[in-house]
């Protein structure tokens, strides 16, 4: 578990340092890479185009006694391309995106996503309707499981701490960028490039790093930082001069900790040296653990960071010291099989942009009276899902590879809430309305006529019975169960064999968690 754990860590570090590879603390050539680095992080708007490909290298023997369809699927997954042709960023509320998502060499699905202010529409190739989405922050903290409406209201003033967070992160970019090192491998050449049709003078730069010289690129910089208590201290005085500027963001607090005088407190100098000693100690610390991983797991490191793994990426950038081309490539593989059932990973990660910090015109969404919105989305059944989409389309056809219709529930004797309970004729009853309901019936009762009315929307199938009765009726026609309908503790009790096969559903006993389960299974397409 632990080597499992730092080769997780590995992998994050392989990633993060694709998008920081040619930034350093000294420029190359006309190229100042702190400043282009931070200009990626000042765009407003801009337009372009974007692709991120995943490719997976399946080990073959992974394959060896695997059902066909899981083959399938694992190899249908193992190349993966998300590829936006036509990306609108206006403005923090005000963006589209139209591009489609790539799987394998047979699976295609376009899809677009326009934005304004709170309201987000999704469109789908071969989906019946479009999904709208809420996303202000009250519809942002639904979707997380967090936030209000009240919330919303009770909020600071958002311009304020938009403007607050701007300057924090400002400084924190400046501080932990100026000290990033430069990679051995760079180099840096003028060029006439195409960007959107139009030759562009640019400069081209090229640059790389090993898998081993990324281990050690990355204890360079912590030692930088651990080291840097100049400029750390600089870093910390920045951040409390700038909340110190923002007297709002205490209001609702009811004070400022630093504008705290008196006996034995503690003055703001000595606060900064308090926060400056945490975060030191806090670099000082991983200086530690990235020594201690060496000592502990040298070998293992060597397997993650060797030669056959890389980072490479190529930069276009233009006079300002904005990227306007990109491609960037993270090859993993580890030797001997640290990754099985893969050989290894590949990302490839291009994009193409223009107007950069310009006037730009998001395409605006227009939402259709009919159309389906988030809360549905969450109560809907995996057979309801597919069935948004035409049968013909590439997304159903993905869909139900996927079995997202498959449905199951499990129902142990043992359990103290609505078991599964065998007679003593040996017939198995179940909840009816647990289960039902599960499925996506639903269950009514006739205080009048005392009868239990079933509708399954998924084969339309509507069940009458009455307790005490093992007669009933299936879509109007008369037929006999196994077991009269019975309460239980309150929950009424049916046969389940009858009751799944007038579902389309099947039934199985499975003793595989070490008690007795009674299965009922089916798929709906």
């Not at 923090?92 to 996503?113: E, P, R, Y």
């Not at 010291?321 to 030797?335: C, E, F, G, W, Y």
């Not at 056809?397 to 809430?417: F, H, K, N, P, W």
Request: hydrophobic share 40%; proline share 3%; net charge negative.
């Amino acid at each position: 578990m632990k080597s499992m754990k730092r080769f997780k860590r590995g992998i994050i570090l392989i990633l993060s340092l694709a998008l920081v590879i040619v930034a350093g603390c000294q420029a190359i050539q006309g190229v100042d890479f702190n400043t282009v680095l931070k200009n990626t992080l000042k765009v407003t708007s801009a337009e372009s185009k974007q692709s991120v490909e995943l490719k997976l290298l399946m080990n073959e023997e992974a394959y060896e006694g695997m059902p066909e369809e899981e083959i399938a699927l694992m190899k249908l997954f193992s190349n993966m391309k998300i590829q936006l042709d036509n990306v609108k960023v206006q403005d923090a509320t005000h963006s589209s995106f139209a591009g489609k998502l790539l799987l394998g060499d047979s699976v295609s699905i376009g899809f677009s996503i326009k934005q304004a202010d709170t309201t987000a529409v999704i469109e789908v190739e071969g989906a019946k309707l479009p999904i709208v989405l809420d996303v202000s922050g009250s519809g942002i903290g639904s979707m997380l499981g967090t936030g209000s409406l009240e919330d919303a209201d009770a909020s600071s003033d958002e311009d304020a701490l938009t403007a607050i967070g701007k300057e924090i992160t400002d400084s924190a970019t400046s501080y932990f960028i100026d000290n990033l090192p430069n990679p051995d491998k760079i180099s840096v050449n003028a060029v006439q490039e195409p960007i959107n049709g139009v030759n562009t003078s640019l400069f081209h730069v090229k640059a790389e790093l090993s898998g081993t010289e990324i281990w050690s690129w990355v204890k360079k910089y912590v030692d930088v930082l651990a080291n840097d208590r100049e400029g750390l201290e600089t870093f910390v005085k920045q951040i409390v001069t700038i909340m110190n500027s923002h007297p709002e963001l205490w209001e609702d607090i009811g004070v400022n900790p630093f504008e705290q005088s008196g006996l034995d407190m503690p003055t703001t100098e000595d606060m900064i040296a308090e926060m400056t000693d945490e975060l030191e100690e806090l670099f000082v610390s991983l200086q530690e653990e990235l020594k201690a991983m060496e000592e502990e797991s040298g070998e293992e490191l060597k397997q993650i960071f060797n030669d056959d793994s890389s980072i490479k990426a190529e930069l276009y950038v233009d006079s300002k010291m904005d990227i306007r081309k990109q491609a960037i490539d993270v090859t993993l593989k580890p030797s001997e099989q640290a990754l099985f059932p893969l050989d290894g990973l590949s990302l490839h990660i291009e994009s193409e942009m223009w107007n950069v910090n310009g006037k730009v015109e998001a395409d605006a969404p227009v939402v259709p009276e009919k159309a389906i919105r988030l809360d549905q989305l969450d109560t809907m059944q995996g057979y309801q899902f597919l069935r948004m989409f035409d049968k013909q389309s590439d997304a159903y056809a993905l869909l139900d590879q996927l079995q997202i219709g498959q449905q199951t529930v499990e129902l142990s004797v043992e359990s103290r809430l609505y078991p599964a309970i065998v007679t003593p004729k040996y017939v198995t009853i179940i909840p009816l309305r647990k289960v039902a309901e599960q499925l996506g019936a639903t269950v009514k009762y006739d205080k009048k006529t005392k009868n239990v009315t079933v509708y399954d929307e998924a084969t339309n199938t509507t069940i009458v019975l009455k307790e005490g009765s093992d007669r009933v009726t299936v879509n109007g026609k008369p037929a006999t169960w196994s077991f009269v309908a019975k309460a239980v503790d309150g929950t009424l009790y049916v046969a389940g064999r009858n009751f799944a096969n007038a579902l389309g559903a099947k039934v199985h006993w499975d003793d595989s968690w070490g008690s007795d389960t009674f299965v009922i299974e089916r798929e709906v397409h």
